[in-house]
């Protein structure tokens, strides 16, 4: 199956990505089957091929949700945005208990007296 993906090049805490039609279970450094565009992050510059970019899709390539986002912001494609989960999320303690729901507690039974002799 293929997929058009992000694949990036650069150098170390410069990165700059290509979009590339490549089989999904190839390495993402491999050599992909086209080279589609390019994307750089920092100046949020894109240059798509578009006539290939709608080749692809209609040969049934999947475009990944950041790049199926990158599309419709530049408007090689039209439809709506696919939310993007992150998985590994750090939430301190604290704001989890602000942001959630307010934690219902459980009732305080009265403790049984007992009587010193």
């Given at each position: 199956?293929?997929?058009?993906?992000?694949?990036?090049?650069?150098?170390k805490h410069q990165p700059s990505y290509?979009?590339?039609?490549?089989?999904?279970?190839s390495k993402l450094g491999g050599p992909p089957v086209e080279d589609l565009g390019s994307y750089n992050p920092f100046t949020k510059k894109a240059a798509f091929k578009n006539e290939?970019?709608?080749?692809w899709l209609k040969v049934g390539a999947k475009p990944t949700a950041t790049v199926h986002n990158l599309f419709i912001k530049h408007g090689t494609t039209k439809g709506?945005?696919?939310?993007?989960?992150i998985k590994h999320k750090l939430v301190s303690p604290e704001t989890?208990?602000?942001?959630?729901?307010?934690?219902?507690?459980?009732?305080?039974?009265?403790a049984a007296q007992?009587?010193?002799v």
């Open positions: 199956m293929l997929v058009i993906r992000l694949q990036r090049i650069g150098k290509r979009v590339v039609a490549a089989e999904k279970r290939r970019i709608s080749h709506s945005k696919i939310k993007i989960s989890a208990s602000t942001s959630a729901e307010p934690a219902v507690e459980a009732p305080v039974e009265p007992t009587e010193t």
